[in-house]
């Protein structure tokens, strides 16, 4: 992430940050490999304070071409992959780079890196964008990992708010997604309390607690 109390949020389209950013992320990897985890989030990082977005939106892109490069071939090496994440400029961060899967898809195919995907995060493309469902389904070959929230509290996926959850898991499941649904939420109380919305899902599916089927016990 870089520098936090330098208000920084990631290195990676930063201009003139690259050799923090590739210590970064070799300490990335090192935590990576401790835990046995093979994706990392590749932070692009907010457009430099003071500075015009279109002025230097060139510029950034260049430099996160760059970095995503020499990141997908260090992480290669190590069997991992590597995801960019869109957040929205409109509520969370207005000074952050990468703000929409259009843009992330187009920066990517720029790259050229089958071991970087897409982080997508429901709550961050409902934002900017809606249309799940359609851009679920045209992003579906990029994305390597999903994030949920309810919109806009960004809390659990049962709270009052615009998204269906329900619906999109069946979505994700018909699309044939495999991998894990990062609970990207602040939760309105604890966090077992939180989980709470989990276990009402299961059982609403005829799952028992942990996801296995009444019919398997």
Same mark, same amino acid.
Request: with cysteine.
């Given at each position: #992430?870089?520098?936090?109390?330098?208000?920084?949020?990631?290195?990676?389209?930063?201009?003139?940050?690259?050799?923090?950013?590739?210590?970064?992320?070799?300490?990335?990897?090192?935590?990576? +490999?401790?835990?046995?985890?093979?994706?990392?989030?590749?932070?692009? &990082? +907010?457009?430099?304070?003071?500075?015009?977005?279109?002025?230097?939106?060139?510029?950034?892109? @260049? @430099?996160?071409?760059?970095?995503?490069?020499?990141?997908?071939?260090?992480?290669?090496?190590?069997?991992?992959?590597? *995801?960019?994440? $869109?957040?929205?400029?409109?509520?969370?961060? #207005?000074?952050? %780079?990468?703000?929409?899967?259009?843009?992330?898809?187009?920066?990517?195919?720029?790259?050229?890196?089958?071991?970087?995907? !897409?982080?997508?995060?429901?709550?961050?493309?409902?934002?900017?964008?809606?249309?799940?469902?359609?851009?679920?389904?045209?992003?579906? $070959?990029?994305?390597?990992?999903?994030?949920?929230?309810?919109?806009?509290?960004?809390?659990?996926?049962? =709270?009052?708010?615009?998204?269906?959850?329900? %619906?999109?898991? /069946? *979505?994700?499941?018909?699309?044939?997604?495999?991998? %894990?649904?990062?609970? /990207?939420?602040?939760?309105?109380?604890? @966090?077992?309390?939180? !989980? &709470?919305?989990?276990? =009402?899902?299961?059982? =609403?599916?005829?799952?028992?607690?942990?996801?296995?089927?009444?019919?398997?016990?």
């Amino acid at each position: #992430p870089g520098d936090p109390e330098a208000g920084e949020l990631g290195l990676a389209a930063v201009p003139g940050r690259e050799a923090a950013f590739r210590q970064g992320l070799a300490a990335a990897v090192q935590y990576a +490999r401790a835990v046995g985890c093979h994706r990392i989030h590749v932070m692009a &990082g +907010r457009v430099p304070l003071g500075a015009d977005r279109a002025a230097v939106a060139g510029e950034m892109e @260049t @430099t996160f071409i760059e970095n995503l490069r020499y990141a997908a071939d260090l992480l290669a090496q190590e069997n991992m992959i590597g *995801l960019v994440e $869109p957040i929205n400029n409109r509520i969370t961060d #207005p000074r952050y %780079y990468l703000n929409t899967p259009h843009q992330a898809a187009a920066i990517l195919e720029k790259v050229g890196r089958p071991n970087l995907k !897409l982080q997508l995060d429901l709550f961050h493309c409902q934002i900017m964008d809606g249309n799940l469902s359609r851009n679920l389904d045209t992003y579906f $070959p990029l994305i390597g990992h999903i994030q949920i929230a309810q919109v806009p509290g960004r809390h659990e996926p049962d =709270s009052p708010g615009e998204l269906n959850f329900p %619906y999109i898991f /069946e *979505l994700l499941e018909s699309l044939g997604y495999t991998g %894990y649904v990062g609970c /990207e939420y602040a939760p309105r109380g604890d @966090t077992l309390e939180g !989980l &709470g919305w989990l276990r =009402s899902y299961w059982e =609403s599916r005829g799952l028992q607690h942990g996801g296995t089927s009444k019919a398997a016990e």
